[in-house]
């Protein structure tokens, strides 16, 4: 996972390519805390993934959950850009298990899901 931060829009985006490892998280958390410190959390986060990678391990599920338990009320809005059906299935169930406002985009769209997760209308 590639994971960085726009300072101009206070938004992170996480590019996943492959599966996921416990070090993806550890790295992410590196990357986007300072911010939230700096900025009392991040207007958004953009999650772009042609399709879902998976994870490599049940470890790193368990580094992904943990990751999500603990930034997740810091975070206004996700945006899931990807055309993988999960994206649908993220956007129905998140609602209830984090603080933040999950919309799915198709992988096409990601400069709207940019926009959406900085504030913007969509």
């Not at 772009?48 to 990678?53: H, I, N, Q």
Request: avoid cysteine.
């Amino acid at each position: 996972m590639k994971a960085e931060y726009d300072g101009k829009r206070n938004l992170a985006v996480f590019t996943l390519n492959e599966a996921l490892s416990r070090e993806d998280f550890e790295r992410a958390a590196a990357t986007i805390d300072p911010h939230i410190e700096e900025h009392s959390g991040l207007a958004g986060l953009v999650i772009v993934a042609e399709s879902f990678p998976g994870w490599e391990s049940l470890g790193a599920f368990v580094a992904h959950m943990r990751f999500v338990h603990s930034h997740h009320r810091q975070v206004a809005r996700v945006a899931m850009v990807t055309d993988s059906a999960l994206g649908d299935v993220a956007e129905k169930v998140a609602g209830h298990f984090v603080s933040a406002q999950v919309k799915h985009f198709q992988y096409d769209d990601k400069e709207a899901a940019l926009e959406w997760a900085a504030g913007g209308q969509g």
